[in-house]
């Protein structure tokens, strides 16, 4: 523990074999010794800040023989001169401490700057958070959109398809009630126009083939081809192929054609070769009534 008080310390002198020193000598180098090692003790001692008083302005009170006392070491003035602070020094270190930080009106605008980043902050995060909320309806919106726009056209198309599977059991119902007087009508009209019934279709390929040649003048020579199993019957009524209108001397040849359908039979002549068959005459028979039916179309 350091102390501001001076040590004194007492020597007995030997009368006996003195001798004569130079004390200024011996003294000079003391000092100069101290003064270069004083420095280095106050600085490792962690005294930096405090001034340490020069120890030869405050050994002038001291006389020769303290200072030249074996006693009175140099760690020991060290230590003491260490402790000795001035008084101007230690009046300074009890001062308050200098502030040296920024000034309030640096503060002030400081803080109003990082407030206004922070609101700058918070107003685009507001905005943000907007954009994604109105994203987010307008996607939602768009897909209930779509869903009722696509329930809708599922129900209209349902809707639909009942309103035409309704049209068409009422079209078949109208079919079903109508086939029957087509059928009769259609009947009446072809046993008028080719005088021949309709209850045995083989009869109406000889009443076919008979008014074909009817109708082909100048031929004497008919080959007949009609289907196999049509064959048995038109070559049993071969007879009735021929009529008044046939000229004398005419030859009917009837062969059995497997390339020939059933009810469909052909006149070959040396003028060419003509198609008489059931299916032939209907498709005839159809193209005059279209023309009938368009006639009427135009008169009225």
């Known amino acids: 523990m350091s102390s501001n008080l001076f040590k004194?310390?007492?020597?007995?002198?030997?009368?006996?074999?003195?001798?004569?020193?130079?004390?200024n000598e011996m003294i000079a180098q003391k000092?100069?010794?101290?003064?270069?090692?004083t420095p280095q003790i106050n600085h490792s001692e962690g005294y930096g800040g405090f001034e340490a008083v020069d120890f030869a302005k405050e050994s002038e009170n001291l006389d020769a023989?303290?200072?030249l006392s074996s006693d009175f070491t140099t760690a020991?003035?060290?230590a003491d001169t260490s402790s000795v602070i001035k008084a101007s020094g230690f009046a300074e270190a009890l001062e308050e401490p200098v502030y040296n930080g920024p000034s309030p009106e640096e503060l002030i605008a400081?803080?109003?700057?990082?407030?206004e980043q922070m609101r700058s902050n918070a107003l685009q995060e507001l905005e943000e958070e907007r954009l994604n909320v109105l994203n987010s309806a307008q996607a939602e919106g768009y897909e209930a959109g779509r869903k009722q726009a696509m329930q809708e056209m599922e129900s209209a198309r349902l809707q639909l398809e009942g309103e035409r599977r309704q049209l068409e059991a009422a079209y078949e119902k109208q079919i079903d009630e109508l086939e029957p007087l087509f059928v009769k009508t259609l009947t009446d009209i072809y046993e008028k126009v080719f005088e021949v019934g309709l209850d045995n279709q083989q009869k109406i390929v000889v009443t076919l083939l008979r008014n074909t040649m009817k109708k082909l003048?100048?031929?004497?020579?008919?080959l007949v081809h009609v289907s196999t199993s049509d064959y048995p019957y038109v070559k049993e009524h071969k007879a009735e192929l021929l009529s008044d209108s046939t000229p004398e001397g005419t030859v009917i040849d009837i062969i059995e054609d497997?390339?020939?359908?059933?009810?469909?039979?052909?006149?070959?002549t040396m003028?060419?070769?003509y198609d008489c068959g059931i299916g032939t005459q209907l498709e005839g028979l159809r193209r005059k009534l279209t023309l009938l039916s368009y006639e009427g179309h135009q008169e009225s």
């Open 217 to 222: 003048e100048g031929c004497k020579n008919f």
């Open 76 to 78: 020991d003035r060290a």
């Open 258 to 268: 497997s390339m020939i359908r059933e009810n469909e039979c052909t006149i070959e």
């Open 271 to 273: 003028n060419g070769i």
């Open 110 to 115: 400081q803080a109003q700057e990082e407030i």
């Open 8 to 23: 004194f310390y007492y020597l007995n002198k030997d009368t006996e074999n003195a001798r004569v020193i130079d004390s």
């Open 65 to 67: 023989a303290d200072l």
């Open 31 to 37: 000092l100069e010794r101290i003064r270069v090692e």
